[in-house]
């Protein structure tokens, strides 16, 4: 009997990072609604539908406008899940890992560096950490629109890499979820890290962005890692420019206490997931599609 080749496009075509987001979308709402929580399960068993019915639009009606489409509805997910994440956590009534995540730290190093870095506390050091560590906001904003405006091939490799890297590190929120050194032991910190006028926006904007849950994998390591290897793949001067920010960015997940050594072990390891998936060749059916 032949298939139906919708039936065949869903279940043959979808990308790796279609599989990857789309099982985080998938799981996380089995979770909610085993758990009674029919509201927020509901609303991710939606965005986990709109993956295939996407594949299934983009194939029925191909084009540049679609092809993006496809792609761009990531960046859409993305940015509607991160902040309810907290609240998954709260519903499902899971306890902060902080503990834990000191005590890894601990076993290995001896202390968090969140502690260690605490009595170090220099205003244009401050300063320049804390631009560092805003300046993955617009990195992430512009690798979005970079590849959205390459081929359709290379877009495709680098969304394989970061939104797998993000549906990896969702998951990691909602199986580990910690606040940080800055929230769960603020009694043990510098109160306030001598700074100006960006020290100051870098914490409200952290204050008022963060879902709290935020910490294990750092996906501020892993996805600036990410980045720095596919411009040593592709743009060696880029590379050499950004890689004093990118190391500044990595740093001051530390010394401003947001996350723990382990946070960044753990994004290393998830940053090269990434770039494996990068390197994994598309099928030749989209090896010369073009958003031209």
């Known amino acids: 009997m032949k298939?139906?080749?919708?039936?065949h496009l869903i279940w043959s075509k979808l990308r790796l990072h279609e599989w990857a987001f789309g099982l985080f979308l998938l799981v996380t709402s089995a979770r909610l609604l085993i758990a009674g929580c029919c509201a927020t399960g509901l609303m991710f068993c939606a965005m986990a539908a709109a993956v295939p019915m996407m594949v299934a639009v983009a194939a029925r009606w191909p084009g540049p406008?679609?092809?993006?489409?496809?792609?761009?509805?990531?960046?859409?997910?993305?940015?509607?899940?991160?902040p309810l994440l907290g609240s998954v956590v709260a519903q499902l009534k899971l306890g902060l890992c902080d503990a834990t995540l000191l005590k890894c730290d601990i076993f290995v190093l001896g202390e968090t560096p969140a502690r260690w870095l605490g009595g170090w506390n220099h205003p244009a050091a401050t300063d320049f950490l804390?631009?560092?560590?805003?300046?993955?906001?617009?990195?992430?904003?512009?690798?979005?629109?970079?590849?959205?405006?390459?081929?359709?091939?290379?877009a495709v490799k680098l969304f394989n890499g970061l939104v797998t890297i993000y549906a990896i590190g969702f998951f990691g929120y909602t199986?580990?979820?910690?606040?940080?050194?800055?929230?769960?032991?603020?009694?043990?910190?510098p109160p306030t890290r001598a700074g100006g006028v960006v020290t100051r926006l870098n914490a409200d904007l952290v204050a008022a962005g963060s879902n709290r849950v935020d910490v294990f994998p750092s996906l501020h390591v892993a996805i600036v890692v990410?980045?720095?290897?596919?411009?040593?793949?592709?743009?060696?001067?880029?590379?050499?420019?950004?890689?004093?920010?990118?190391?500044?960015?990595?740093?001051?997940?530390?010394?401003?206490?947001?996350?723990?050594?382990?946070?960044?072990?753990?994004?290393?390891?998830?940053?090269?997931?990434?770039?494996?998936?990068?390197?994994?060749?598309?099928?030749?059916?989209?090896?010369?599609?073009?958003?031209?």
Do not use: K
């Not at 298939?3 to 039936?7: A, F, S, V």
């Not at 804390?130 to 405006?149: G, H, M, N, Q």
């Not at 099928?283 to 073009?290: F, L, M, T, W």
């Open 3 to 7: 298939r139906h080749p919708i039936n």
């Open 65 to 82: 406008a679609t092809a993006r489409l496809r792609l761009v509805l990531f960046p859409v997910w993305i940015n509607l899940a991160y």
């Open 130 to 154: 804390s631009a560092c560590y805003l300046l993955f906001f617009p990195a992430v904003l512009a690798a979005f629109i970079v590849a959205l405006a390459r081929p359709e091939s290379s």
């Open 175 to 189: 199986l580990v979820p910690a606040a940080g050194p800055h929230l769960a032991m603020a009694c043990l910190l």
């Open 226 to 292: 990410f980045l720095m290897g596919v411009l040593w793949s592709r743009q060696r001067g880029l590379f050499s420019i950004f890689l004093i920010p990118a190391a500044g960015l990595c740093a001051a997940t530390l010394y401003l206490g947001y996350h723990y050594a382990v946070d960044l072990a753990a994004g290393l390891l998830l940053a090269a997931c990434g770039l494996l998936s990068a390197s994994i060749p598309i099928p030749s059916h989209e090896s010369h599609n073009s958003f031209r």
